[in-house]
Structure formats: C-alpha cells, structure tokens
C-alpha cells in the first residue's frame, strides 16, 4: 500500500504544484499478487482529486486488462469528462449544458420546445449517421420518464430530458456526448472551432468593422423574442436567457459591463442593445460573430459583418460611409472628461471626483437633425495613458475624432489640455492618422477663467479647428456636443488640426514643389531649345 499512499502524499500533489491541467488515469498494477484482504477504497482518493478520470486494475505478468489501461488513456485525451461533467456535483457543468441548449434549439425544427420523434431521429442520423428504430426511441422515452417524467411531454422529449440522457450517457463513461458536440462545431473548450467562425478579416489600421443591416435585423428579432414582458428593455434573467446558449455573457466585464445606458429598473433597451453589439464589433469582430452564431444566427459568419472603407479615402472623398464612430476624449485629471461619458448614456451627474485609472468606454445611438442614426463609442483616454497610448504608430488609426476637454474655470485646465492638442496633432501629422478634433469647455456653470477663455478661442483659430464647446454636464446642458461630434467624424476632411511644426512642414512642402516646378519648366525649355537650335542649324546646312 506504500505506493497507492504516493499517490494522494506526493504525486498527484506534485502534479497540481506543476499546474498540469489533464486528466489522470490511476493504475493498480500486479493485480494478479494482491491479497484480497487487503483490498484499498479508492473512492476518498477520487473524491479528494477531480482530475481523476478513472481506476483501473491491471496485471502485465498475467496479461490483465492492458489493453484496457490504453484504451481509457486514450479516451481520456481524446474525450476528457472534467470539461463536460462535475464529478462533485454529480451535473453535468454549465457551460456543457449551454452548449447543449444551443444544439437542442437548433434540432427542433418546429421550436415547440421539444423533440419529437422525427427531430430526434433526424438528431440520430445528422450524430451517428444511423436512424433510430421506433423501438429504440420507446426506450429511451422510458429511460427518461423513469428518472425525470417532466422531462417528457405531449410534443416529445424536453431539453430537461435531453440533458439527462447526456448525464446518463457520461456517468456510464459513454462517448455520446462528445460525438454530438463535435458534429455541432464544438472543441475541448466547448467553445466553437475556428473552422466554424468568421475566417480572418484582412484590414487595414484606419479600417474598421460593424454590423451588416442583415445582422441587425437578426439582433433586433431576437431582442423582441426575449423581452417576454414587452416593456422594451431585457432585465437581468431575460438577458440572460438570450446568452443561455452561448459558453458565458460576453458582457460580464469592461469595457462592456458599463458601456451602454439602462432605464431605471436596470433594463438594457433596444438601443442600448444594438450599441453594446457595435462596440464589441469595433472591438473585437470575431468574438462577436462567434456570440451572433451562439444566440443563433444561421448566416453566413462573413455576411454579419463589413469592413469600412480605409479614413484617408473618406478624407479624399469628404465623407465617411461608417455608421459606428469612436472618439477619443482626452483631457487633464478632473476636466469632466468622465461627466461628459456617463451623461452620454444617461446616468446622473455626481459632484463626487472618481479618478479614472483605467480606460473606459461608453456607447449610444446619436440621432442627426436630418434623421439618420449614427452610433458613437466614447473612449476615455485618462492623463497618465495618453504617453504610452501616443508611443505605438497607429495610435490614432482607429479614432474618428478626438475630444480635448479642460475645465472652463481652471486656466492650468486648459493649459494641460492645449498640451494634449498639439501632442494628438504632431503625432497624426507625423503619421498620416490625422483626425478632426474637437475643444470641450466643460463646467460651464462655474465662474470662468477670462485668460482660458481667451486663450482658448485663439488656439482653436491659429489651429483651424472649431471654437470651444461650453457644456455642463452638472446643469445638464449639452450644447448638442455629441450631435458635434458625429458631424466631425462625418466629414473627416474638415476640423483637423494645424501645428506649427506641421504649417511649417507644409509651408517647405510647397516651396519644394514650386522649385521642382521652375525646375522642370527650365528643363522643358532648355530642351525644346536644344531641339529647335538642332532643326535650325539642320535646315541651315540643307540650304548651304
């Protein structure tokens, strides 16, 4: 028993010390010398570590279950329980069970909410390539109404009984379950394959992706779907019905957890809903098709999503065919930058300073005089990041427009902010992600500064761009900043900035291709000389 006490002393410890995350397979060997008085319980051993997948008893002298040691090896690997089934529990692990929602919806066809015995059979066929007999499906509604009856009813077997007959089907170290996953698309992570998803997008750094019409009208069907009080928001449990299907909310966390606004009851509205799926598209596309597939969009994966034209051609063109526009806000500690994002979607004014430390994001639909709805990411910058954000290339690619706001009453405000301007600027001049820019006096409803004030309006007119926006969020006057800023992001050509340093770069620029100008009409000229001197004194010869 020395070596069989190793096991729960030293290695199987020892492997959870080395962060070996498999699954382990314990062997009792020379089985054919064991003295059955001294028989060891190997129950507090696997209740102790999970990661066990099994026990067997081998002999190698007397040719005992050998092969079998292998073959549960090799199951092991190739068709892992710990990922599908909580052996503490005795349930099978939630995010199996999502996934198997997700392949029983897609199997009832006619989304009764069960399956009936054409749907199962047609489950059989599409799984194992071979039908049911109709008296294999009597047996396995007797199976099920024997352990669960609810998980039967009229119409056929329930998702409840299906769930059961997967736990049955692992408890008794069956393959099912994992044959059935894989058939649907799904790896070891229970996630969806690669091979299932959106393939790569080739784009350039100024490109950016959104939504086609086709999956917004996808997203809009289901938030009606799964607002079954029809007040027009989806609450906590009816949001969370619509992600049941995929492995986990894709806005648990920032920046999605707090992006978007919600009524009073905490209820996401339909435009809050189509906001969060924007900005996690702009951020991150191929997590949101996957998600899109999850809550069951049967399109093509590449026919949800559209890659925006590059900004230096809408700069060009002088207009921007984007829907969904991302703007910096960049400002010294304490300007409102903060203010400016939560009031964006709603929330109320708080005199209470919070320093943000980390960036954050905010979203929301901004509808236009003319009646177009754009949608508008906010994206707080804090002071002490924009150094680091500045010091990568294509810092600037992904920004439509950026937003400088200082505190109208604190000269040293805008000072810090003038700063950041001309930082932004230089940085777009020196690497052609030049982007319109906006100047935001916030705290409005305070005394001002005179010298800010001044100030401020004659940099905005020495750098081209538009005067200073007076807001305050604390008296709840906008001024239709955000109306503003999505009608500089529109016309990409117009409100960028003009540094010394980039006048002077132009000015030299143009002098350059005047001088090559003269040059080459000097050059021309010469040559048309040369040529004419040649025909003359051609002609001359001829006539002597």
Known sequence: TSTFDRLSTFWLPELRRLGVKV????????????????????????????????????SAYRHIQIAEVFYDAQKAV???????????????????????????????????????????????????????????????????????????????????????????SIEKGRLETWTVLRKFGYNNDIRLRDDQLLPPIKRTADQSVELTSEAVEFLRKVFTLFDCDGDGALNALELNGLFSTAPE???????????????????????????????????????????????GYAG????????????????????????????????PKEAGKSSILHSFVGRSFSEVYMPTNEEQYTVNIVSQPDGTEKTLILREIPEDSVEKLLSHQDALAACDVAVFVHDSSNESSWIRATELLVQVASHGESTGYEVPCIIVAAKDDLEPNPKAIQDSTRVSQDMGIEAPIPISAKLGDFNNVFRRIVRA????????????????????????????????????????????????????????
Not at 32 to 43: F, I, M, N, T, Y
């Open 78 to 168: 190739l068709y892992p329980t710990a990922p599908l089934f909580d052996q503490e529990a005795q349930t099978l692990k939630l995010r199996c069970v999502r996934a198997l929602k997700r392949i029983f919806i897609l199997c009832d066809h006619d989304r009764d909410g069960a399956l009936s015995d054409a749907e199962l059979n047609d489950f059989q066929i599409k799984c194992f390539n071979a039908s049911l007999q109709p008296s294999e499906i009597v047996g396995i509604k007797s199976i099920v109404h024997e352990i669960y009856p609810k998980g039967l009813n009229e119409n056929g077997l329930t998702l409840t009984g299906f769930l059961i007959l997967h736990e049955i």
């Open 300 to 331: 093509d994966p590449s026919s949800a999503v559209r890659v925006t034209r590059k900004r230096r051609v809408d700069r060009k063109k002088q207009n921007s065919d984007r829907n969904v526009f991302q703007g910096f806000v960049f400002g």
């Open 489 to 544: 992001a529109e016309h990409p050509h117009l409100s960028i900035p003009e540094t010394v340093a980039g006048k002077s770069r132009k000015q030299h620029c143009k002098l350059l291709n005047r001088s090559l100008m003269v040059a080459s009409v000097g050059a021309a000229v010469a040559v048309f000389g040369l040529a004419a001197y040649r025909v003359y004194a051609a002609r001359k010869n001829a006539s002597s």
């Open 249 to 295: 909310s894709p806005w648990s966390e920032a920046p999605y957890a707090n992006a978007v606004e919600k009524n009073a009851l905490g209820g996401l509205s339909l435009n809050g809903f189509l906001s969060e799926w924007a900005l996690m598209s702009v951020l991150d596309p191929v997590i949101t098709v996957e998600n899109l597939i999850y809550i």
């Open 23 to 58: 699954p382990v397979i314990v062997a009792g060997c020379k089985v054919d010398l064991r003295d059955e008085q001294q028989a060891v319980s190997l129950k507090p051993v696997m209740q102790q570590f999970r990661e066990i997948e099994t026990c067997i008893e081998c």
